[in-house]
Nanobody
């Protein structure tokens, strides 16, 4: 079955950096567009960044533009999210999953991983 395992989160001071990873298995990873999402306490889960199946194109949310970069290594079935210039408002649990269009058309990605906690504070 689909497994998505996020890692790389932690505590960092404002202005710091982290790199998140998402190890994927149970599906043909290289054929799916993928996304990073995040959920802050008391808020809805939101889309942070998306990447095409080949990694040739990415999009990031306005709130993280210029600070976050998404990439993937299809040979390793792994997604990455490089986060620079972190702000307290970036504090959230970060998840990976298929891009929104894919998720809306298949039950393949109904299961979410445990996520990885990112805490930005001084």
């Amino acid at each position: 079955q689909v497994q998505l395992v996020e890692s790389g989160g932690g505590w960092v001071q404002p202005g710091g950096s982290l790199r998140l990873s998402c190890a994927a298995s149970g599906f043909n990873f290289g054929t799916y567009a993928m996304s990073w999402y995040r959920q802050a306490p008391g808020k809805e889960r939101e889309l942070v960044a998306a990447i095409t199946s080949t990694g040739g194109s990415t999009n990031v949310a306005h709130s993280v533009k210029g600070r976050f970069t998404m990439s993937r290594d299809n040979a390793k079935n792994t997604l990455y999210l490089r986060m620079n210039s972190l702000k307290p408002e970036d504090t959230a649990v970060y998840y990976c999953n298929a891009d929104p269009i894919t998720r809306a058309t298949t039950t393949l990605f109904d299961s979410w991983g445990q996520g990885t906690q990112v805490t930005v504070s001084s």
